[in-house]
C-alpha cells in the first residue's frame, strides 16, 4: 500500500499568499539590511511567476529564491544590484532574455542544516534548463571582505584568494562549490551590504543542455512566449434622475449583463456614478450632507456588485463610492472578481474642490490586483495624472491600468485622457478609462457631466494606429468594447520601437513607497 504520508520539504514557486511568509524570511535572514516591501515582492513574483521559488519546510516558508530572464549583454556587464532589479521589483525582466539572472537566495536560520540553500541552487538549474536559457548570472555577498580587506588589498585579490581556496568565505566558497564560475568583481553593487563594502562576486554557471535545446527546439526562448486576449468593457455612464435604489440596480445589471453576454472578463464604471442615487428623494442638498448621504449606502452598493460580478462570472471595476474609514471620508473604488472576492482601492490624490467641499481625505495604500487574466491596478480620475503611481503599480506587474473619472467638463476630461495616453506610453501598458455624462440638478458640485471613455494601448507598430484600441462618443450614453493582447506588452517592452521599462534609469530614480497607515484590506471573500 502507497504511503499516505505528506513531504515534509518540498521547493515550489511562490505564489502572491506566501509573500508575508517570505518577507519574514528575509527579515530573518538579513536583519542588518532592508527587507523588501510586499510590494516589492508583489512585483518579483507578477513579472515573472515562474522564476521565484520558495522552500517549504512542515508548511512554513523557510527559503526563497528571487531570479529574472535577462540579455547577455545585460548580466556581463559591470551593473549594480538596484538597477539590474529594477530596485528590487523585478520590472527589468526580458522574456526574450539569454541568462537566468538571480538577485536572491536567502534562506531562515533557524533552518539550516537542511541543505535548503543547495535545494534552491538545484531548483533554479532545473528552471534554467526548462527555459532553454544559456545560464545563469548573478552576483553573490562576500561577508568576509570587509575584515580582510587589508590583507588582501582589493575585493578582486580577495575573490581569487577564495577561488584559489587559500581562505574561505561562507558564502563565495559555497556558490564555487556548486559549479558556479567566477566571472570577477561587481563594485558598488549593493552599497548597504556593509560587510561586503559594497563589492560582489560576479558568478556563471553553463546550462549544460543548452545547445541541445537549440537543435531541437530552434527557439530558446519559445517557452516564454504565450498569447493572452482579455476583453475589456468600459461604460459611459448616463446620470439622470431615479426613483429607487432598486432602479439603480436594474440599470447597472441590465450594463453587466450586456457586457457579460459580449463575453467581456472586465467591465469598468465611473468614478462616483452612484451619484445618481441622491436623486431619489430629490433633495436640495448642499456639498457636505449630500457626499455623507450618499456614503449611507455603501453596504447596499457593495452587495450588488459582488452579487452581479458572481452571477455574470465577469470582473468588475465598480467605479468608486464615498466610504467612510474610521472617522474619515474615503473616495474609494471597488473592484469584484468572478470568484467573488473584493478589493478596495482609495483614491490618493482628492481634488482640492473634493477637498474643499466634501472634506475628502486621501488613502495611502496602491496594489496590483491579482486577476484570472493577470495583475491589474486601479486608479481614481486625479490620480492617473501622478506618474509616480502607475509606475509604481507597473513595477508591481500590472498589464492594464483601470481608471475611473468623473469631469464636468472638456478642460478636465482631457487632464485625463492626456495622462491616460501617457501612462500607456510610459508603463507599456493597457489603460481603460470611464467616465460620468448627463446631468443631476440639484445635486451640487456633481450636476454637470462631461466624458469619452476609451481603451488606451501604448503608441507602437504592435497596437492601433492611434493608442486608441476603442472609444466612445463624447457625452452619449454607451459601451465601447476592445480585445487587447497582454503578449503584445510583453514583446513591445523587450523588442519595441522604444522600450520605456527596460530603459529606465534605475540607477538615477525610483519609486518608494511610504505608506502613513495600514492598507485597506481585502481580499473578502463572499
Known amino acids: 500500500m502507497p504511503s499516505q504520508s505528506r513531504s515534509r520539504l518540498i521547493v515550489r514557486t511562490a505564489t502572491l499568499a506566501d509573500i508575508p511568509a517570505i518577507n519574514q524570511v528575509v527579515r530573518n535572514t538579513y536583519p542588518n539590511l532592508d527587507d523588501y516591501s510586499f510590494d516589492e515582492l508583489r512585483g518579483q513574483i507578477n513579472n515573472f511567476p515562474a522564476g521565484q521559488l520558495v522552500a517549504v519546510y512542515e508548511d512554513t516558508v523557510v527559503g526563497y529564491c528571487a531570479t529574472l530572464c535577462l540579455p547577455e549583454a545585460q548580466v556581463m556587464a559591470p551593473h549594480t544590484w538596484a538597477k539590474i532589479t529594477g530596485n528590487g521589483y523585478g520590472s527589468t525582466h526580458d522574456t526574450d532574455g539569454d541568462y537566468l539572472y538571480g538577485y536572491e537566495i536567502c534562506v531562515d536560520p533557524a533552518a539550516r542544516g537542511l541543505r535548503i540553500g543547495q535545494r534552491l541552487y538545484r531548483e533554479r538549474e532545473a528552471l534554467c534548463i526548462k527555459l532553454g536559457l544559456k545560464g545563469i548570472v548573478f552576483a553573490g555577498r562576500l561577508p568576509g571582505l570587509k575584515r580582510r580587506f587589508k590583507r588582501f588589498g582589493s575585493a578582486q585579490a580577495y575573490v581569487e584568494a577564495v577561488r584559489d581556496k587559500t581562505i574561505r568565505d561562507s558564502v563565495l566558497s559555497f556558490q564555487l562549490n556548486q559549479g558556479y564560475e567566477l566571472l570577477g568583481v ?154 467573488g472576492s473584493e478589493y478596495l482601492q482609495p483614491k490618493i490624490h482628492p481634488t482640492p474642490g473634493e477637498r474643499h467641499y466634501w472634506n475628502i481625505v486621501g488613502g495611502d495604500s496602491l496594489n496590483a490586483i491579482e486577476t484570472d487574466c493577470g495583475p491589474i491596478g486601479v486608479l481614481v480620475c486625479y490620480d492617473s495624472e501622478f506618474p509616480e503611481l502607475s509606475r509604481h503599480l507597473a513595477d508591481q506587474g500590472i498589464n492594464i491600468l483601470f481608471v475611473p473619472f468623473s469631469t464636468e467638463d472638456r478642460n478636465g476630461h482631457l487632464r485625463v485622457r492626456y495622462s491616460a495616453h501617457a501612462r500607456a506610453v510610459e508603463n507599456q501598458i493597457y489603460v481603460a478609462t470611464s467616465g460620468n455624462v448627463g446631468n443631476l440638478p440639484r445635486i451640487h458640485a456633481m450636476d454637470l457631466h462631461y466624458g469619452q471613455s476609451a481603451i488606451i494601448t501604448p503608441c507602437d507598430f504592435a497596437f492601433a494606429r492611434d493608442g486608441i484600441a476603442a472609444d466612445t462618443t463624447p457625452n452619449v450614453e454607451m459601451v465601447a468594447i476592445a480585445d487587447v493582447r497582454t503578449d503584445l506588452l510583453h514583446e513591445a517592452r523587450t523588442t519595441g520601437s522604444v522600450q520605456n521599462m527596460l530603459d529606465r534609469r534605475h540607477d538615477l530614480y525610483h519609486v518608494q513607497w511610504k505608506p502613513r497607515r495600514r492598507a485597506l484590506k481585502g481580499p473578502r471573500s463572499r
Open 186 to 339: 561587481q563594485e558598488n553593487y549593493l552599497p548597504a551590504d556593509e560587510a561586503s563594502m559594497g563589492y560582489a562576486a560576479h558568478l556563471l554557471w553553463r546550462n549544460p543542455e543548452y545547445a541541445q535545446h537549440e537543435e531541437v527546439a530552434g527557439d530558446s526562448h519559445v517557452h516564454l512566449q504565450r498569447q493572452n486576449r482579455v476583453r475589456i468593457a468600459t461604460v459611459q455612464y448616463g446620470q439622470r434622475a431615479i426613483d429607487s435604489f432598486d432602479e439603480f440596480a436594474q440599470i447597472v445589471t441590465y450594463f453587466v449583463q450586456e457586457c457579460a453576454d459580449a463575453k467581456a472578463d472586465f467591465v469598468v464604471f465611473p468614478e462616483l456614478f452612484t451619484v445618481q442615487l441622491l436623486s431619489i428623494k430629490n433633495e436640495e442638498l448642499r456639498h457636505r450632507a449630500a457626499i455623507q448621504r450618499l456614503a449611507d449606502f455603501c453596504d447596499e452598493f457593495r452587495e450588488l456588485m459582488a452579487d452581479l460580478a458572481v452571477r455574470f462570472n465577469i470582473n468588475i471595476i465598480a467605479g468608486s463610492h464615498p466610504t467612510w474609514v474610521g472617522k474619515e471620508l474615503q473616495n474609494i473604488a471597488y473592484i469584484y472578481l468572478r470568484d
